[in-house]
């Protein structure tokens, strides 16, 4: 079983909608968790990390259910330029990421 | 600010010809790393450094070398290319291992 599984989509929304993610991990001890995002043929980078609680930036809230191990990314008014890889990200110990394969969104016009 | 750069940028090997990627860093970090990403299969760790003067292997380590020449950088190896290692390849950075990482550019790297 991988570490750190997502549905790779693709996600086709149209401009406004509220679309989520889902991501599972098997491992119990990983300690903090990430969302980052990755462009077309770019480098990934870091949107927003995931907090016990859950956490908010604008249009898109994270959470965190450790008793179900995953984690969840929504986004609220979709727009075109969400379109995007988002790349689940959990760190363990030994000061390693673990990366998920990325879930696909294409918001469409 | 330049951030993470990796150079080149792209590069067409033939099997069995070596190669070392560049990566440096300009924030001071003292962790590094190099990935390689292959069509559904996500990023996966090749080697990292947490500190300057340590190396060690990550997922994929099989046929790559680094050296983490100083602080500011580290090297990717491949001592004989094979088409299997056709990639693209990316180095990061953190201030503190497995926290927030920040890329290059990424080298794109094809083996015939």
């Known amino acids: 079983r991988k570490e750190v599984e997502q549905d790779p989509g693709p996600f086709n929304v149209p401009e406004g909608a509220t679309v989520a993610f889902n991501c599972t991990y098997s491992?119990?001890?990983?300690?903090?968790f990430f969302w980052y995002r990755q462009d077309c043929r770019k480098e990934p980078k870091l949107l927003m990390s995931?907090?016990?609680s859950g956490n908010e930036d604008g249009r898109f809230t994270a959470q965190l259910n450790r008793a179900s191990q995953y984690i969840s990314l929504l986004i609220r008014d979709s727009k075109l330029s969400d379109s995007a890889t988002y790349l689940c990200v959990l760190y363990n110990q030994g000061g390693k990421l673990i990366f998920g394969q990325g879930t696909e969104l294409s918001v469409k016009p | 600010n330049a951030g993470v750069t990796q150079t080149p940028k792209f590069q067409v090997l033939k099997t069995g010809q070596s190669m070392t990627l560049q990566c440096a860093q300009d924030?001071?970090?003292?962790?590094m790393y190099w990935y390689r990403q292959d069509p559904g299969m996500g990023l996966r760790l090749i080697y990292y450094s947490a500190s300057e003067g340590t190396t060690d292997k990550g997922e994929v380590p099989n046929g790559y070398n680094v050296s983490r020449l100083n602080k500011r950088e580290f090297s990717l190896r491949l001592e004989s290319a094979a088409p299997s290692q056709t990639s693209v390849y990316f180095c990061?950075?953190?201030?503190?291992?497995?926290?927030?990482?920040?890329f290059g550019p990424g080298t794109r790297l094809t083996v015939t």
């Open positions: 491992n119990s001890a990983s300690q903090s």
């Open positions: 995931v907090y016990s």
């Open positions: 924030m001071n970090h003292n962790s």
């Open positions: 990061a950075s953190s201030d503190v291992a497995g926290y927030e990482q920040y």
